[in-house]
């Protein structure tokens, strides 16, 4: 009998362990399988369903904490499904603790900063739950794809967020970052859909044929940037994302296990109210 | 026969009205009607899926815009029901053009600044659909009811409110103003029920009793406010919610059609698009 798939084989190694760290490749993982389908798109919607519902109620205890937080970062290639997966998996969550920053180039503003400076000023604040829309990372993937960064800036790159996703983490945040892991052939397919249909032309940037020219790059890139940046406090997943319906499972299952980790409780009931009747 | 009700049946007359808006009063509008109830709860609340839909699909289309954007503010008393309107008015629409701003009372640094400054920053950018929950007015509504801002401050605070609201609305944005109308009694037992459930005492701040003592004052800031500020440009609504189901009818409906009366359109069919294939 197969093992039965578990989170944590989709687990980027961590930096420090070194072997397995330098042999981590994006190519072991299929984009194809759906290893945390439930075996039906509609039993799958159910499951969706089931966890939005739990995530929500999660959500309202961390939304009454004080120091408590979650960061959830989503990476991919172009049409990887990063707006579908917000969409889908927090359907079923109160939008009031709930916070979704869709990071894009860099203004001239931002850009006279160091690169962390616009993302810390996005960290989640006590009882948020923040969604980056990418972030940080594009600010190493770019840069290196494109060749304006040589590889001892690039290293810096990495220990500067390691350090910073430490200072979160070390902070009450809960960090949980997923990179949707799409094939070429599927994302030919979405680019395809975008052209065809004229009222999706808005979403197609012509740039986004060059980059594709640039797939086998841009591979390299989040392989090494993984590689760099998973930690036991800020891990990195593999997210198979050929199916829509499978990445929104898998990521909303990260997240549930991720937020029951944290051990959320209601604020003790306040002594003072024992009783109060109201005029 | 009854005249069937209109929406604009619970506009506050405009400002510049004279007569009539020296006339609005409060107290004509019972919060416990049920105005735009289909008669059941079943139906209202599939026709408030059915307003979801069709705002999810016109935000998709204001989304798309390099001008338009769209503000609504929700103002009321304490439990008025703020927060339940943007979880239940917004559950179909897609989080990633919409952003929901919680006003608390000003920080130092805020404080130190004219009122409008804060506000201002979180204003829609394109594209964008924007909901206030709470509002440049509690920096009217509660310095008059302390007593902290004397006849001549007030009545300035209301002019730079509606020519701050000008400016906003003659740069593309479509304003819907609602004041969530509940009575004394509602409160009450809304604000009873959080002291008897321990999980809500989070929710639950003394200072909203010493608010409550100032009912009648909070009901004729508003009067006054409201009169004073409700534009062309940037009408008020009286909604009567006693009724939480109505409360969310009557808010999508206006709502949507604002949102269908801007029109919304995707942008032309990009020309160098068609036949493109992908590589």
């Given at each position: 009998m197969a093992k039965?798939?578990?989170?944590?084989?989709?687990?980027?190694?961590?930096?420090?362990d070194g072997k397995k760290a330098e042999q981590f490749a994006l190519d072991d993982f299929d984009p194809a399988v759906k290893p945390f389908s439930t075996g039906s798109k509609e039993s799958d919607r159910a499951r969706l369903a089931e966890i939005g519902a739990q995530l929500d109620a999660l959500q309202e205890r961390l939304h009454t904490q004080t120091r408590q937080r979650v960061l959830l970062v989503l990476q991919g290639m172009d049409t990887s499904g990063k707006d579908g997966t917000v969409r889908a998996v927090f359907h079923e969550v109160d939008l009031l603790g709930l916070r979704i920053v869709s990071f894009k180039a860099p203004t001239p503003v931002e850009a006279a900063h160091d690169f962390l400076w616009r993302v810390h000023a996005q960290a989640p604040a006590a009882g948020e739950l923040t969604v980056f829309n990418r972030s940080?990372?594009?600010?190493?993937?770019?840069p290196v794809v494109l060749g304006t960064l040589d590889d001892a800036?690039?290293?810096l790159r990495y220990r500067h967020i390691r350090q910073f996703e430490a200072l979160l983490a070390e902070s009450g945040t809960t960090i949980v970052k997923c990179m949707l892991h799409?094939?070429?052939?599927?994302?030919r397919a979405r680019l395809q859909a975008r052209i065809d249909?004229?009222?999706?032309?808005?979403?197609f940037d012509v740039a986004?044929?060059?980059a594709r020219k640039l797939w086998g790059k841009y591979q390299t890139a989040y392989r090494d940037a993984l590689a760099a940046t998973s930690t036991e406090i800020a891990p990195w997943y593999v997210i198979p994302a050929d199916s829509k319906t499978h990445r929104n499972v898998m990521i909303a299952e990260?997240?549930?296990?991720a937020l029951v980790g944290m051990k959320l409780e209601y604020p003790p009931a306040k002594a003072s109210l024992k009783g109060?009747?109201?005029d």
């Open positions: 039965k798939p578990e989170l944590d084989d989709f687990r980027v190694p961590f930096f420090n940080h990372y594009e600010d190493v993937l770019v800036a690039r290293e799409i094939s070429k052939d599927e994302q249909d004229p009222n999706k032309h808005w979403k986004d044929l060059e990260l997240l549930l296990r109060l009747k109201v």
